[in-house]
């Protein structure tokens, strides 16, 4: 029989041949890779572009405040591990047309390979450390300004000032090691590190209560955490997003129960306290709100019941810049 007089011979002849192809064809390999950590919201005139550096495991027992067994019944509520939280360092960049700032600088290389990624996620946000002209720190744990230096020690943002509360440089570059407990000195040791390039060349400063570093944004003593743990508000065409640091490590548990503290507390009636006046401060006045630790990009809107709270992430959705806004070039 001729196939070509013979369609359905000739459709079986070409169904035969696709089947045999598709079978000797090679699935692509796995690609392994992860998007690029920014995401991006419009804060009336101003930018603000969240950056992730990476993560680390908490396990729940640094809680404090709370039986176990029912920080272990939340964080089951959430389908955490009570064995170990993944806790992100995220970094924040505020373009207000006048300044590049960014707010904290991540973990860096003080973690390992699970961080150390703000300097490429500046990048593939479309600007360079370079850039930024001012880096706000909420306070000097390593988790907040091992990202201030490289490898070597050497600084990575070329044309920044650091700014951070007087009363957390005192605490931090000021001590006197002989009174720092062995357990800590190496936090200590990490602080300094990463502040003394800046320092040698003039570029940290310190600003006392009530003083701004710059004049698009609202500093607030909020100790506790860290003796100068510091929130910066900025507000712009009647918008505003707060930066509140590490007032929160565990979504699971403090936003329900923010009478629960953490072991890195150095005061754990006063972070306690912190917490609960910012966040029904951020409830209260309906705005963003932006902290270290929450899942990326860690930014969303606090709701209020009672002595509870209950955080609402921001959604994903198209990016819209008010067109009078210039970017610092």
Not at 143 to 151: K, M, Q, S, W
Request: hydrophobic letters at 40%; proline letters at 6%; glycine letters at 8%.
């Amino acid at each position: 029989m001729n196939p070509k007089k013979s369609p359905n011979l000739r459709n079986l002849l070409l169904a035969l041949t696709l089947c045999s192809g598709a079978a000797s064809a090679q699935p692509p390999a796995q690609v392994k890779t992860q998007a690029p950590g920014y995401f991006r919201l419009a804060v009336g005139d101003y930018e603000v572009t969240a950056l992730y550096d990476g993560y680390n495991d908490l396990s729940p027992t640094l809680l404090k405040g709370m039986d176990p067994s029912k920080i272990r019944a939340l964080l089951a509520r959430r389908a955490q591990d009570a064995a170990g939280v993944q806790t992100a360092f995220n970094a924040f960049l505020i373009n207000t047309g006048e300044h590049l700032i960014l707010v904290d600088t991540g973990a860096g290389r003080c973690i390992g390979e699970t961080a150390g990624m703000l300097s490429a996620n500046i990048k593939a946000a479309g600007y360079q450390p370079e850039q930024i002209d001012t880096i706000l720190l909420t306070h000097l744990h390593l988790d907040h300004v091992c990202g201030l230096v490289d490898g070597n020690h050497q600084p990575i943002f070329a044309n920044a000032t650091v700014y951070a509360a007087k009363a957390e440089a005192d605490f931090w570059l000021n001590s006197d090691m002989k009174n720092v407990p062995e357990a800590a000195r190496e936090y200590f040791k990490i602080a300094q590190d990463s502040t003394q390039p800046y320092i040698a060349v003039g570029r940290f400063k310190t600003f006392a209560p009530g003083e701004s570093p710059i004049a698009e944004v609202k500093v607030a003593a909020e100790p506790g955490h860290t003796p100068g743990s510091t929130t910066y508000q900025f507000t712009s065409k009647g918008q505003s997003i707060l930066f509140m640091g590490d007032l929160i490590h565990n979504l699971a548990v403090q936003f329900d129960h923010p009478e629960v503290s953490i072991s890195f507390d150095v005061n754990a009636q006063q972070a306690i306290d912190s917490r609960a006046k910012v966040f029904s401060q951020v409830a209260d006045d309906k705005i963003w709100a932006a902290a270290a630790h929450l899942p990326f990009p860690g930014i969303g809107h606090i709701g209020k019941i009672d002595k509870h709270f209950q955080w609402v992430p921001v959604e994903y959705g198209p990016y819209q810049r008010a067109a009078n806004v210039p970017l610092v070039k």
